[in-house]
């Protein structure tokens, strides 16, 4: 598969045959496709003169830095996001790690002084024509993103061209169609692969691309959108449906045509409410790490009908096109169905390894029968027809005296006592002697209840099962992905 056949040609064709329609909704302005060519056209005129093919990108959110993804990646080059709100010696450290020499930046004035610095958003020109794309190989990566490392130092993760047009053609695959007519949300930062979905399909498409102001909450700014424009797809993190179940009596989008969730366990419960605000939409649950190019297994959900999945969490369904899925023991066995092991990948969408990180891609790679695949750390099991139940993190699953637990089990089982109108987190706390107990942490301010609680869970767990503690919260803290950070809330009740 040619990337240029399957990328940077339909996006051409895209700007050309749509270039009076609106491309973009950045903070309530719209911007065209005529537009968004002129300044793609602009950027390449400058990287003409760049020698070196990984360049690093101020991850701001307006029209420059999204012409930038478009211009490196017609000029051959792939971009290494930064964020704008992140630690600056972070940043350096990833600057440091890719050899970056080059950054584009479109700030007022930029942060990064060691570099060539091209400001984008001063850069002049006002003609869309544009060049033939440089020819590139399947090989030669698109972007690099930087993942939290064990170790505390970000893990940069390559994907490929040829990685990103495999995903794009199993998106169309599973008969998602996409037109000049919709209207698509954006609500996921550039240092977040959720994103590249997010603008990349509906651009290819004639569509528009509506992104969330990253100075707002996010579930706020989504429901903003969605009630002024009526979008007709999204993809969202599955936190933003269940903060916004106080409001969904207020929310009726008859036009979504696709509602999609990746990122994070979905909850059933927070789908059957969601269904009845997009009664129109296909509603999928899409799976995958960012090792494996967006997402790469999919399930669709059933209205009306039984849904499957385990401990009140949506099933991951089945590979895409072009990905192969095992579920492997911690010996590396192949597990029978209705069998728990880790989840493991392969196939055209995965990544050729860390980058410039040998100790981590033989953790975390390994071959079956010539195969290369990915241990993503997921504990899944696969039912009888083939679909894959998704259990919780590896890490995630705990033993206490001797007996294997699945801390997403105690946590079903509290989102219950709450008619699923409550997030909670069951986190394994540890003593210097490495002896484990389990601590509750529910979002609420209400500490009155805790009694009530306990004897609702006595009445479902079994003792080993039972939380030590637990402890009350509100809000949840979110990392930048919009996904509950889990670190915070353990750092915070010790």
């Not at 990337?3 to 895209?14: A, V, W």
């Not at 704008?84 to 970056?100: F, K």
């Not at 997402?295 to 499957?308: D, F, P, S, V």
Request: hydrophobic letters at 35%; proline letters at 4%.
């Amino acid at each position: 598969m040619e990337f240029e056949k399957n990328i940077t040609l339909p996006l051409l064709r895209s700007l050309t045959a749509n270039e009076t329609n609106n491309a973009l909704c950045i903070e309530g302005r719209f911007y065209t496709y005529r537009e968004l060519a002129t300044a793609i056209a602009k950027i390449r005129r400058e990287l003409h003169k760049v020698a070196e093919t990984h360049i690093g990108l101020v991850a701001n959110n307006d029209l420059e830095t999204y012409a930038s993804i478009f211009a490196l990646w017609l000029e051959g080059k792939c971009y290494v996001p930064l964020h704008p709100g992140q630690p600056l010696q972070r940043c350096m450290d990833i600057i440091g790690q890719v050899g970056i020499h080059v950054v584009l930046d479109s700030s007022e004035a930029t942060r990064y002084h060691e570099q060539n610095v091209m400001m984008t958003a001063q850069m002049e020109g006002d003609d869309p024509i544009m060049d033939a794309p440089k020819p590139c190989t399947d090989e030669e990566t698109a972007y690099i993103l930087f993942t939290s490392g064990s170790t505390g130092r970000p893990k940069g993760v390559p994907i490929s061209r040829g990685n990103l047009a495999a995903f794009v053609d199993s998106f169309y695959q599973l008969g998602f169609r996409l037109n000049a007519s919709d209207r698509c949300l954006q609500m996921f930062d550039l240092t977040f692969d959720l994103s590249v979905q997010s603008y990349l399909l509906p651009l290819l498409n004639g569509a528009c691309a509506y992104t969330v102001d990253p100075t707002m909450i996010k579930y706020q700014a989504v429901f903003e959108l969605l009630d002024e424009y009526h979008l007709t797809f999204a993809l969202m993190v599955p936190s933003v449906i269940h903060y916004l179940r106080p409001y969904m009596d207020e929310i009726q989008v008859d036009e979504m045509r696709y509602s999609l969730f990746c990122g994070e366990a979905l909850n059933m419960s927070d789908t059957d409410q969601w269904s009845r605000c997009v009664p129109n939409a296909e509603i999928w649950n899409v799976y995958g790490p960012t090792e494996c190019t967006i997402y790469c297994t999919a399930y669709q959900y059933k209205r009306g009908k039984e849904n499957k999945g385990a401990n009140g969490i949506m099933g991951i369904g089945r590979a895409m096109s072009g990905v192969k899925t095992v579920i492997a023991d911690d010996n590396g066995n192949i597990c029978k169905a209705g069998e728990k092991g880790e989840l493991c990948l392969a196939g055209n969408q995965l990544t050729q390894g860390y980058w410039k990180n040998d100790e981590k891609n033989h953790e975390a790679f390994f071959h079956i029968q010539g195969e290369r695949y990915y241990k993503t750390g997921d504990i899944c099991q696969m039912d009888k027809d083939g679909d894959i139940l998704y259990a919780g993190r590896k890490d995630s699953q705990v033993k206490i005296q001797g007996y294997r637990i699945e801390l997403s089990e105690i946590e079903c089982v509290a989102r219950k006592f709450y008619d699923d109108k409550r997030a909670v987190v069951a986190l394994p706390i540890y003593d210097e002697a490495r002896n484990c107990t389990i601590h509750l942490v529910v979002e609420d301010s209400d500490k009155g209840k805790a009694s009530a609680l306990t004897d609702y869970l006595k009445n479902f767990l079994p003792a080993y099962m039972m939380p030590t503690e637990i402890h009350y919260m509100e809000p949840f803290p979110l990392n930048a992905n919009n996904k509950i950070d889990r670190k915070k809330i353990a750092q915070s009740i010790k």
